[in-house]
Protein backbone atom coordinates (compact mmCIF):
# COMPACT_ATOMS: atom_id res chain seq x y z
CA UNK A 1 0.00 0.00 0.00
CA UNK A 2 1.32 3.86 -0.88
CA UNK A 3 0.59 6.38 1.60
CA UNK A 4 -0.71 9.52 0.22
CA UNK A 5 1.41 12.37 -1.27
CA UNK A 6 0.62 16.19 0.03
CA UNK A 7 2.23 17.77 -3.19
CA UNK A 8 1.39 17.24 -7.11
CA UNK A 9 2.41 18.45 -10.19
CA UNK A 10 -0.19 18.35 -13.10
CA UNK A 11 1.54 18.56 -16.23
CA UNK A 12 -0.90 20.11 -19.34
CA UNK A 13 0.57 17.61 -21.74
CA UNK A 14 -1.54 19.70 -24.34
CA UNK A 15 -0.11 22.93 -23.77
CA UNK A 16 3.56 21.33 -23.46
CA UNK A 17 2.64 20.15 -27.02
CA UNK A 18 1.04 23.42 -28.45
CA UNK A 19 4.29 25.67 -26.94
CA UNK A 20 6.67 23.21 -29.06
CA UNK A 21 4.41 23.33 -32.77
CA UNK A 22 4.55 27.23 -31.93
CA UNK A 23 7.73 27.36 -31.49
CA UNK A 24 8.38 25.30 -34.30
CA UNK A 25 6.23 27.21 -36.31
CA UNK A 26 8.27 30.55 -35.27
CA UNK A 27 11.26 29.03 -35.98
CA UNK A 28 10.71 29.07 -39.61
CA UNK A 29 12.20 26.86 -42.17
CA UNK A 30 14.27 25.74 -38.88
CA UNK A 31 13.47 22.76 -36.62
CA UNK A 32 12.46 23.54 -33.39
CA UNK A 33 14.06 21.09 -30.58
CA UNK A 34 14.42 21.02 -27.19
CA UNK A 35 16.15 21.49 -24.39
CA UNK A 36 15.52 18.88 -21.68
CA UNK A 37 18.09 19.30 -19.26
CA UNK A 38 17.46 19.82 -15.76
CA UNK A 39 14.51 17.19 -15.34
CA UNK A 40 13.11 19.54 -18.62
CA UNK A 41 13.58 22.12 -16.08
CA UNK A 42 12.08 20.43 -13.05
CA UNK A 43 8.54 19.34 -14.88
CA UNK A 44 9.46 15.99 -15.37
CA UNK A 45 11.31 14.40 -18.56
CA UNK A 46 9.36 10.99 -18.26
CA UNK A 47 6.06 12.84 -18.53
CA UNK A 48 7.23 15.93 -20.92
CA UNK A 49 9.93 14.00 -23.65
CA UNK A 50 7.47 11.45 -25.00
CA UNK A 51 5.09 14.28 -25.18
CA UNK A 52 7.78 16.46 -27.22
CA UNK A 53 8.50 13.41 -28.62
CA UNK A 54 5.10 13.08 -30.18
CA UNK A 55 4.78 16.86 -31.02
CA UNK A 56 7.20 16.36 -33.37
CA UNK A 57 10.92 17.47 -31.59
CA UNK A 58 13.89 15.41 -33.13
CA UNK A 59 17.06 16.76 -31.40
CA UNK A 60 17.15 17.41 -27.66
CA UNK A 61 19.60 18.57 -25.53
CA UNK A 62 20.75 17.75 -21.79
CA UNK A 63 23.73 19.16 -20.15
CA UNK A 64 24.90 16.12 -18.25
CA UNK A 65 26.06 12.34 -18.92
CA UNK A 66 23.86 11.42 -16.10
CA UNK A 67 20.42 12.87 -17.27
CA UNK A 68 21.15 10.52 -20.69
CA UNK A 69 19.27 7.76 -19.42
CA UNK A 70 16.21 9.88 -18.34
CA UNK A 71 15.44 11.01 -22.24
CA UNK A 72 17.15 8.15 -23.95
CA UNK A 73 14.20 5.73 -22.69
CA UNK A 74 12.08 7.73 -24.98
CA UNK A 75 13.82 8.97 -27.70
CA UNK A 76 16.28 7.64 -29.92
CA UNK A 77 20.23 8.03 -28.33
CA UNK A 78 21.61 9.80 -31.75
CA UNK A 79 19.24 13.05 -31.20
CA UNK A 80 20.50 13.32 -27.92
CA UNK A 81 23.54 16.35 -27.30
CA UNK A 82 25.20 16.43 -24.08
CA UNK A 83 26.07 20.27 -23.55
CA UNK A 84 28.78 19.74 -20.62
CA UNK A 85 30.92 17.78 -23.34
CA UNK A 86 33.50 15.27 -22.54
CA UNK A 87 35.34 15.57 -19.25
CA UNK A 88 36.57 12.36 -19.01
CA UNK A 89 37.15 8.86 -21.26
CA UNK A 90 34.48 7.89 -19.86
CA UNK A 91 32.41 10.11 -20.70
CA UNK A 92 33.56 10.08 -24.49
CA UNK A 93 33.10 5.93 -24.21
CA UNK A 94 29.76 6.11 -23.42
CA UNK A 95 28.86 8.29 -25.39
CA UNK A 96 30.52 6.08 -28.45
CA UNK A 97 28.42 3.20 -26.90
CA UNK A 98 25.37 4.44 -26.24
CA UNK A 99 24.53 6.60 -29.68
CA UNK A 100 24.75 10.03 -28.08
CA UNK A 101 26.46 13.08 -29.33
CA UNK A 102 28.74 14.81 -27.06
CA UNK A 103 28.81 18.51 -27.51
CA UNK A 104 32.59 19.70 -27.97
CA UNK A 105 33.92 22.87 -25.85
CA UNK A 106 37.25 23.22 -25.96
CA UNK A 107 40.34 22.04 -27.49
CA UNK A 108 41.06 19.25 -24.84
CA UNK A 109 37.43 18.17 -25.51
CA UNK A 110 37.92 17.77 -29.07
CA UNK A 111 41.25 15.85 -28.59
CA UNK A 112 39.67 13.19 -25.92
CA UNK A 113 36.77 12.79 -28.23
CA UNK A 114 39.36 11.90 -31.47
CA UNK A 115 41.60 9.84 -29.32
CA UNK A 116 38.58 7.67 -27.70
CA UNK A 117 37.89 6.55 -31.73
CA UNK A 118 35.89 9.69 -32.51
CA UNK A 119 32.81 9.50 -34.53
CA UNK A 120 29.73 11.91 -34.84
CA UNK A 121 29.81 15.08 -32.67
CA UNK A 122 28.61 18.50 -31.88
CA UNK A 123 30.75 21.90 -31.45
CA UNK A 124 30.12 24.88 -29.55
CA UNK A 125 31.27 28.36 -30.24
CA UNK A 126 31.48 30.77 -28.04
CA UNK A 127 30.60 34.07 -29.80
CA UNK A 128 29.65 36.48 -26.67
CA UNK A 129 29.05 34.57 -23.32
CA UNK A 130 32.62 33.44 -22.27
CA UNK A 131 31.24 30.00 -21.39
CA UNK A 132 31.21 26.72 -23.10
CA UNK A 133 32.65 26.35 -26.29
CA UNK A 134 35.85 26.76 -28.29
CA UNK A 135 37.21 30.74 -29.11
CA UNK A 136 36.88 32.38 -32.80
CA UNK A 137 40.55 32.04 -32.53
CA UNK A 138 40.87 28.37 -31.82
CA UNK A 139 38.60 27.28 -35.06
CA UNK A 140 42.19 26.80 -37.15
CA UNK A 141 43.29 24.04 -35.47
CA UNK A 142 44.15 21.05 -37.06
CA UNK A 143 42.19 18.74 -34.83
CA UNK A 144 38.93 20.30 -36.14
CA UNK A 145 39.22 19.17 -39.26
CA UNK A 146 39.32 15.57 -38.26
CA UNK A 147 36.14 15.55 -36.53
CA UNK A 148 32.50 14.50 -38.04
CA UNK A 149 30.47 17.74 -36.66
CA UNK A 150 26.72 16.87 -37.26
CA UNK A 151 25.27 20.09 -35.26
CA UNK A 152 27.67 23.23 -34.93
CA UNK A 153 25.99 25.93 -32.45
CA UNK A 154 26.67 28.73 -30.07
CA UNK A 155 24.58 30.23 -27.54
CA UNK A 156 22.89 33.82 -27.29
CA UNK A 157 24.02 35.76 -24.22
CA UNK A 158 21.08 38.25 -24.20
CA UNK A 159 17.86 37.00 -26.89
CA UNK A 160 15.85 38.12 -23.95
CA UNK A 161 17.45 41.99 -24.75
CA UNK A 162 17.08 44.43 -27.80
CA UNK A 163 20.91 44.09 -27.40
CA UNK A 164 24.07 44.98 -30.01
CA UNK A 165 25.08 41.88 -28.45
CA UNK A 166 22.82 39.62 -30.63
CA UNK A 167 24.10 41.02 -33.71
CA UNK A 168 27.59 40.50 -32.91
CA UNK A 169 27.56 37.18 -31.86
CA UNK A 170 24.99 36.36 -35.38
CA UNK A 171 28.18 37.64 -37.02
CA UNK A 172 30.96 35.75 -35.08
CA UNK A 173 28.73 32.57 -35.82
CA UNK A 174 28.38 33.28 -39.42
CA UNK A 175 32.20 33.30 -39.93
CA UNK A 176 32.44 30.29 -37.67
CA UNK A 177 30.28 28.46 -40.20
CA UNK A 178 32.41 29.59 -42.88
CA UNK A 179 35.58 27.98 -41.31
CA UNK A 180 34.24 24.95 -39.69
CA UNK A 181 32.21 21.89 -41.60
CA UNK A 182 28.80 21.20 -39.83
CA UNK A 183 26.11 18.24 -41.33
CA UNK A 184 23.49 21.33 -39.60
CA UNK A 185 23.46 24.49 -37.40
CA UNK A 186 21.72 26.22 -34.40
CA UNK A 187 22.05 29.30 -32.46
CA UNK A 188 18.31 30.43 -30.96
CA UNK A 189 17.27 29.12 -27.72
CA UNK A 190 13.83 30.30 -26.95
CA UNK A 191 14.23 33.79 -27.02
CA UNK A 192 17.05 33.64 -29.81
CA UNK A 193 13.33 32.58 -32.23
CA UNK A 194 12.01 35.62 -31.27
CA UNK A 195 14.90 37.58 -32.86
CA UNK A 196 13.25 36.61 -36.36
CA UNK A 197 14.65 34.24 -39.05
CA UNK A 198 17.96 35.09 -39.64
CA UNK A 199 18.54 33.74 -36.12
CA UNK A 200 17.10 30.40 -36.37
CA UNK A 201 19.42 28.43 -39.45
CA UNK A 202 18.57 24.92 -39.15
CA UNK A 203 17.61 23.66 -35.48
CA UNK A 204 16.46 26.28 -32.58
CA UNK A 205 17.29 24.85 -28.97
CA UNK A 206 13.67 26.16 -26.80
CA UNK A 207 13.76 25.77 -23.51
CA UNK A 208 11.96 27.93 -21.36
CA UNK A 209 8.95 28.55 -23.36
CA UNK A 210 8.05 24.93 -24.13
CA UNK A 211 7.78 24.99 -19.86
CA UNK A 212 5.37 27.85 -19.51
CA UNK A 213 8.25 30.91 -19.86
CA UNK A 214 7.72 33.60 -21.83
CA UNK A 215 11.11 35.63 -21.88
CA UNK A 216 10.38 38.06 -24.81
CA UNK A 217 7.28 40.05 -25.68
CA UNK A 218 6.39 38.13 -28.59
CA UNK A 219 5.39 35.57 -26.79
CA UNK A 220 2.51 37.45 -24.67
CA UNK A 221 -0.52 35.37 -24.62
CA UNK A 222 0.80 32.71 -27.00
CA UNK A 223 3.12 30.29 -25.02
CA UNK A 224 0.33 28.77 -21.97
CA UNK A 225 1.62 27.48 -18.71
CA UNK A 226 2.78 24.01 -18.79
CA UNK A 227 3.04 23.19 -14.69
CA UNK A 228 0.28 23.10 -11.92
CA UNK A 229 1.60 22.53 -8.62
CA UNK A 230 -0.82 21.91 -5.98
CA UNK A 231 -0.53 21.34 -2.08
CA UNK A 232 -2.92 19.74 0.30
CA UNK A 233 -3.86 21.44 3.85
CA UNK A 234 -2.36 19.40 6.84
CA UNK A 235 -4.61 20.86 9.37
CA UNK A 236 -7.26 23.63 10.14
CA UNK A 237 -6.74 26.71 13.24
CA UNK A 238 -8.20 29.60 14.55
CA UNK A 239 -5.73 32.16 15.04
CA UNK A 240 -6.46 34.44 18.01
CA UNK A 241 -5.90 38.41 17.65
CA UNK A 242 -2.83 38.84 19.24
CA UNK A 243 -1.03 35.72 18.06
CA UNK A 244 2.04 35.29 16.02
CA UNK A 245 2.22 33.01 13.24
CA UNK A 246 5.64 31.26 12.38
CA UNK A 247 9.35 31.80 12.73
CA UNK A 248 10.68 34.97 13.98
CA UNK A 249 6.78 36.34 14.53
CA UNK A 250 6.87 38.41 11.96
CA UNK A 251 2.81 38.39 11.41
CA UNK A 252 0.52 39.64 14.46
CA UNK A 253 -2.88 38.69 13.92
CA UNK A 254 -5.11 41.65 14.39
CA UNK A 255 -8.51 39.81 14.50
CA UNK A 256 -9.31 36.10 14.79
CA UNK A 257 -8.30 34.50 12.02
CA UNK A 258 -9.33 31.15 10.20
CA UNK A 259 -6.63 29.80 8.92
CA UNK A 260 -4.66 26.35 7.30
CA UNK A 261 -1.58 24.99 7.44
CA UNK A 262 -0.16 23.97 3.60
CA UNK A 263 2.44 20.96 3.18
CA UNK A 264 4.22 23.51 1.12
CA UNK A 265 7.66 24.98 1.82
CA UNK A 266 10.97 26.04 0.72
CA UNK A 267 12.30 22.54 0.73
CA UNK A 268 9.66 22.36 -1.95
CA UNK A 269 11.51 25.59 -3.93
CA UNK A 270 8.81 27.35 -2.69
CA UNK A 271 11.22 29.74 -1.85
CA UNK A 272 11.12 32.84 0.96
CA UNK A 273 11.34 35.71 -1.90
CA UNK A 274 7.81 34.55 -2.94
CA UNK A 275 6.11 34.68 0.46
CA UNK A 276 5.91 38.87 0.00
CA UNK A 277 2.26 39.26 -0.28
CA UNK A 278 1.87 35.98 -1.82
CA UNK A 279 -1.34 33.83 -1.62
CA UNK A 280 -2.49 30.26 -2.73
CA UNK A 281 -5.86 29.76 -4.18
CA UNK A 282 -8.69 27.57 -3.41
CA UNK A 283 -10.27 27.40 -6.18
CA UNK A 284 -11.06 31.06 -7.13
CA UNK A 285 -10.58 31.99 -3.14
CA UNK A 286 -7.58 33.75 -1.98
CA UNK A 287 -5.69 32.29 0.57
CA UNK A 288 -3.22 35.04 1.87
CA UNK A 289 0.42 33.79 3.26
CA UNK A 290 0.56 34.43 6.98
CA UNK A 291 4.32 34.65 8.39
CA UNK A 292 7.64 32.98 6.82
CA UNK A 293 7.43 30.47 4.91
CA UNK A 294 8.89 27.33 6.50
CA UNK A 295 11.14 24.02 5.12
CA UNK A 296 7.88 22.24 5.06
CA UNK A 297 5.21 24.69 5.53
CA UNK A 298 3.07 27.92 5.04
CA UNK A 299 0.41 29.29 6.74
CA UNK A 300 -2.42 30.17 5.09
CA UNK A 301 -5.31 32.85 6.07
CA UNK A 302 -8.39 31.19 4.88
CA UNK A 303 -10.83 33.85 5.65
CA UNK A 304 -12.43 33.34 1.99
CA UNK A 305 -12.70 29.94 1.82
CA UNK A 306 -14.90 28.68 5.17
CA UNK A 307 -15.32 25.66 3.00
CA UNK A 308 -11.60 24.32 3.10
CA UNK A 309 -11.29 20.92 4.86
CA UNK A 310 -8.00 18.79 5.73
CA UNK A 311 -6.74 17.18 3.15
CA UNK A 312 -8.11 20.02 0.47
CA UNK A 313 -5.50 20.50 -2.66
CA UNK A 314 -4.55 24.18 -3.11
CA UNK A 315 -3.18 25.91 -5.86
CA UNK A 316 0.26 27.16 -6.03
CA UNK A 317 0.41 30.11 -8.44
CA UNK A 318 2.51 29.11 -11.30
CA UNK A 319 2.20 31.40 -13.85
CA UNK A 320 5.79 31.93 -14.39
CA UNK A 321 5.97 35.71 -15.59
CA UNK A 322 3.93 37.08 -12.62
CA UNK A 323 5.57 34.79 -9.93
CA UNK A 324 8.59 36.03 -11.42
CA UNK A 325 7.85 39.86 -11.36
CA UNK A 326 6.70 39.25 -7.95
CA UNK A 327 9.53 37.76 -6.26
CA UNK A 328 12.53 38.52 -8.07
CA UNK A 329 13.30 35.15 -9.11
CA UNK A 330 14.02 34.33 -12.98
CA UNK A 331 11.34 32.35 -14.57
CA UNK A 332 13.98 29.77 -14.98
CA UNK A 333 14.81 29.84 -11.30
CA UNK A 334 11.03 29.22 -10.37
CA UNK A 335 10.41 25.69 -12.30
CA UNK A 336 13.67 24.66 -11.61
CA UNK A 337 13.74 24.94 -7.71
CA UNK A 338 10.56 22.78 -7.75
CA UNK A 339 11.56 19.95 -5.39
CA UNK A 340 11.77 16.34 -5.33
CA UNK A 341 8.42 15.92 -3.33
CA UNK A 342 5.74 16.57 -5.86
CA UNK A 343 4.17 13.22 -7.47
C1 LIG B 1 19.58 25.80 -21.70
C2 LIG B 1 20.03 26.00 -23.08
C3 LIG B 1 19.09 26.29 -24.09
C4 LIG B 1 17.65 26.61 -23.81
O1 LIG B 1 17.57 27.95 -23.42
P1 LIG B 1 16.17 28.65 -23.02
O2 LIG B 1 16.56 30.05 -22.72
O3 LIG B 1 15.69 27.93 -21.81
O4 LIG B 1 15.27 28.51 -24.17
C5 LIG B 1 19.55 26.31 -25.39
N1 LIG B 1 20.87 26.10 -25.68
C6 LIG B 1 21.79 25.87 -24.72
C7 LIG B 1 23.21 25.67 -25.11
C8 LIG B 1 21.41 25.83 -23.40
O5 LIG B 1 22.32 25.62 -22.45
Known sequence: ?????????????????????????????????????????????????????????????????????????????????????????????????????????????????LESGGGPCDVMIDTGMSRLGLSPDELGDESLSRLDVELLMSHLASADEDSPLNARQLALFRDAIQRLGARRHSLANSAGIALGPDYSFDVTRPGLALYGGVPRGEFDGLIRQVGFPQAAVIMLRRIRAGDTVGYNATFTAQRDIPAAVVSLGYADGFLRCRGTDAALQFGEKRLPLLGKISMDMVVVDCSEAPDLREGDWVDIPQHLPDAAAKSGLTQYEILTVTGQRFR
Not at 87 to 107: E, H, I, M
Open 1 to 113: MDSEPTLRLRIDESALAANWRLLDRMSGTAAAGAAVKADCYGLGASRCVPVLRDAGARDYFVAHWSEVPDVAAHVAPGSISVLHGPLTAGDAAFARASGVRPVLNSLPQVRRW
